[in-house]
């Protein structure tokens, strides 16, 4: 075992050491260091791809798919932070703010690379513990502490339900490593209470990515939080759930009773998603609702299953983050004084900041999965994984709800360029449009040359389906 | 990447107006703006040259480049011309200066964004035409239609928000199921290619529900008569170079899909449905051209003759006959050529009176010789005057319905009736009409209106009175998509009376899905 394989992680450690020593002082506000040292995080986990090990007792392994994840990890904290950065008069954005965003963002990626169940639960919920603390935290609102109660309710009950199943896995099957869970059968017809126990552990997995039925917390959390909180919990978190679901997906074949409950699940989960954030005002709901939708696209690859759609679900988890922190900036960037903006204080955000309309334009068709954006190709790769596995029902539902959410997501555009409005200009300094800037180049890119990043994710499919 | 002659012309095309729309956000004066924008228009069309170098008897695709985008899922960059896109290519690139010009005085507000999305929808209608990957096809499908989004709700007229959503919702809408049925022509063909995928025959069944997906994405888009409903909006709103834009070169973009991935791909099942696509083409023809008869805004009443124009291409498309698809192909062409001019002169028409009612507009004659000389031109070759280029279009497609059926042939004729007297009536009445209220603004044709103009006067006559060039260029490439359809139909064992149902047990023919099997494992 080599520490330098673990350089991500312990990057990571590093950051949130530091930041523990800057609250001591008691200082507000972002250290102004933070921005480079996450930036470096993302340096540290992108030489880390290369790493392959096994380690404590094979219960934590460094492969394909785990490096890539960390990637996006990485990236997707350091983003959140940057965010944050724009914001340095806000006086609850302090150090130990940053540290239990890091601490959750460390346990996700601990997350990545468990393959025993019980690890893998003891990561999930050192990286939920701190997000249990960190959604209250928003001055007095009132709002942020209802926020707060719903997620742990939901959360601890949904918890329960997953050890619960696991006590079940445990006593069908007697051993709790994915790599001897997965030389196993999975039909129900062989083993009904590890079926049962497994659906049942992955409901813990669908609270975190908010798929229906799972998803109540989901628009409440982002509305009730602070909007570098919401920006925070709607993107990275999923990322955690969609490395443990492409872990699990990939011991069962499609049209299996787990697979096919996953497919209903997706299917129910995006047209659920989609109808109710037709009729959403407020932006961060807007978004909570097609949070829910998205997560039921993601679906498509893993009930597949296939190499293939393993690698597209890792794919699009990409895109997903690159093109809702694209649109979270935006929100964060319009609230005034921290408050949620609703739809109608995007009216003629053209006039009053062009470069933050196009970069909610782009981010707003990415999510439509219009291309030539990232959230196209991840579609179209959910798309043909899920048709090549005989689910043409399930791609049939996926591409009619396209059809349903671009109204919403147009809505935004609307508001953004057709809506009048007296307010004044937004002034932008130049790092911050030159940050939105560029995660809007990077949503186009992975969108028009998606070779490069498939294929990492290509790599990490095949390796869980040689 | 590996091009067919040294340099890459097709890419160039779609590339030069991508960075020139880069470029523009340099630049400060609106003047500056506009004459590069221009500049990149004429080059445009000066890179599009080459193209005239299309042989008809070399081989079915030529300028083509290919390029690896995403080998693991087998997608391409893949270019190429054949006779179906290549006039739809110059089209596209001829309208580019002619819509700067056009909209020279007609936009004062937000310039640089107006030529930004100008030059973006130039390019990827480029792109819809050339590609031959079927990603690719789908990528430039989609791209085109933010900027036309923008262009109809940000310049458009009072309604333009719901105009323009409206446009938006149904156009994608329509285009959803078009993504399925691309992923599903992977599983069974096993690529993305265009050319390989024409080589194969696929069963009837899958025929049948690929057919569907792909012709609602197209007859939205055409429209075709029950899908009609967001053109006129559209058009009514649409600055007059959207209202170019949208009539010249995007409606086409629904005729083309048919040729290029109906009949070649779905063989049997457009042969199935034809019937009814005739059916719903002459609907088209004669419920567009009554609705135009009555139309009181001469944009509405231009925006239903198209619907009726568009009518006679599908119409011409489905008839199966080298006489029907070729006039399909020259009123495809003709129709972009005389209703695009029509729309410029609307617009300069509603630049000096504010208005596009007909009684406002009355009795133009005697104040603007010159603009109704021109404004008559248009409308006669509209109305499908002999020398005009319409005429040859039309006259075809009725030659190709005669021939396949006498009845389908008596019902189009109306349609070319009811085009004289709704045409005629708003040239009447515009032209001699009793003036409601004179204008001073209602100046004659400027020196740059003459140039917007001219060319597509010029095309009117070359093509109305030459049109043998044109025919000629395109006629070899529609030999072979029905030579290939008839002998993809005798192999899966297709007759005429074949009853659906027995139809519909038609699988693949053989030696095609032992291919299809072997590709048909896991990617990557």
Redesign the interface.
Known sequence: MTIYNLLPELWLLGTICALFVASLNGRRGQPSWLPLVTGLGVLAALLGLPAREEMLYATYQLDALSQFFKLLISFGFAVVVGIGAGKKENEDLTPDYYMLLGLSAWGLMLLASCVELITLYLALELSSYSLYALIPLRGQDRRAAEAGIKYILFGAAVTALALFGLSYIMAAKHTTYIAALAASSWSFADAPLAVLGLMLFLAGFFYKLALFPFHFWCPDVYQGAKNETAAYVATIPKLGAVVVLVRLAAFVSPHMEVTNLLAVLGAVSMTAGNLAALVQRDLKRLLGYSSVAHAGYVMLGLAAG???GL?AAAFYSLAYILMNLAAFYVVCVVARDGDNPGLDDLDGL?RRAPALAMIL?VAA?AL?G???TAG?TGK??L??AA??QGY?WL??VA??N??IS??YY?GMV?HA??GESDAPALVLSRGAVVFGGVLAVLVLLVGV???PL??LA?MAG?RLHP | MMTDNGFPVVTALIVLPLVAAVALFFLRQERTVRLATLGVGILECLLAVPLFGYAPAGPAFQFVEHA??????GMSYHLGVDGLSLYMILLTALMLPLCVLGSWTYIGKRVKEFHFCLLIMTSACIGVFAALDF?LF???W??M??PM??LI??WGGPR??YA??KF??YT??GS??L??AI??F??VGGTFAIPELMEKTYSFKFQLWAFLAMALAFAIKVPMFPFHTWLPAAHVEAPAAGSVLLAAILLKMGTYGFLRFCLPLTPAASETAAPIMIAISVASIIYGGCIALGQSDIKKLIAYSSVAHMGFVTLGIFLFSVSGVSGAILQMLNHGITTGGLFMMIGLLYERSHSREIVDNQGLGKFMPSFMFLFGLFSFSSLAFPGTNSFVGEILVLVGAFKGNVWIGFAAVPGAMLAAAYMLRLLQRVTWGEPAAYKPSWKDLGTREWVTLMPLALLVFYIGLAPALAIKTIEPSIERTLADMRAKNLALGLTKDMPLAERMRLPASLTVAKAADST?K???
Do not use: G, M
């Open positions: 296939s190499a293939a690698s053209y334009a068709f439509v219009l291309p030539p196209f179209l790769f798309l043909s048709w090549d043409h791609v049939i591409v009619l396209t059809a671009i109204y147009l609307r360029y057709t040359l998606p070779a498939y294929d290509a095949t | 690896a985008w995403l080998p693991a899922l990603v789908y990528v430039f989609e791209a239609l933010v989004y923008l709700a940000v333009r928000r323009s959503i938006f919702l994608l809408a959803t199921l993504l399925a992923v599903a992977r599983q048909r896991e990617l990557p």
